[in-house]
């Protein structure tokens, strides 16, 4: 089979397009093909070797967390599952045209989707969806900020902590104001502008999906008490607030995938896609998304 294959660290270069043998599956996993898969941060993060100390690779390497395809064959203790079902998953070494996945992460995927569409949802929905139910775990009532509100991962926690009952504020950059207008948002908040950053405060929690200099200028926002969630780890000076910090990594969860997917089929929240690629040309996506060159999930087609 075809497969982008990383034999080291190092930039978009190193991504080569090989010929591999087809991976073999045990009892309890499944043997999918591949029909689409996509472009996510943690992908050029783990490819230049940003991400090795807390995900180091063995190479060589296959990337690739989302899946959308086909089941090709399953192990003799996988019910559920017949061949030629449509699958998708928040999988590994997806960016092949085969790879293996454990029966437990499989979703089906819903019928008014196509591949494409589903390959862009796997690891943003199950990112979105755990920030808000798993770190930050707001109350009904409560006021939650999403820091990256129009990223795929924020437009999931904005959808997500909309159906808790939560009052949540859409953070995003003063260009995009308008364009967040349309989210399911109570509120929409400039994080590059000083007033209206100056207005936010006793926020319940933040969501944040962004990092950086932008979430340590949010810090004293958080009431005393309050959490603050991200899926980038602790910021530097969170120390210095009497706030709780839960810092997440997504683990795959079928049924919460399953749901989630099924809302965005029926128009209840959007993930933009800005393009679909040839699996061969990974490298060039990877350089597109880690460029800021698009908006939106580039979909890579074996």
Known sequence: MKAIVLHQYGGPEQLRYEDIDVPNYGDAEVLVRVRATSVNPIDFKLRSGAAKARMPLEFPAILGRDLAGEVVEAGRNVTGFPK???????????????????????????????????????????????????????????????????????????????????????????????????????????????????????????????????????????????????????PEGAQNYKIHVEAMMAAPDASRLYELADEFARGEFSIPIARTMKLQDAGEAQSLAENGGVHGKIILVP
């Open 84 to 234: 030629g079902m449509r699958v998708m998953a928040l999988a590994n070494g997806t960016y092949a045209e085969y790879t293996v996945a454990k029966a437990d992460v499989l979703a089906p995927i819903p019928q008014a989707l196509d591949f494409e569409k589903a390959a862009a949802l796997p690891l943003v929905l199950t990112t979105g969806t755990q920030l808000i139910e798993r770190a930050v775990k707001p109350q009904r009532g409560q006021t939650v900020l999403v820091t990256g509100a129009l990223g795929s991962v924020g437009r999931t926690a904005v959808h997500v902590a909309r159906k808790h009952g939560v009052r949540v504020l859409a953070g995003v950059r003063s260009s995009e104001k308008e364009e967040a207008a349309a989210l399911s948002a109570d509120g929409v908040v400039a994080l590059d502008s000083e007033e209206d950053v100056r207005h936010l405060h006793d926020l319940d929690a933040i969501a944040d999906t962004v990092g950086g200099t932008t979430i340590q200028r949010l810090l004293k926002s958080i009431r005393p008490g309050g959490v603050l969630g991200s899926v980038l780890g602790s």
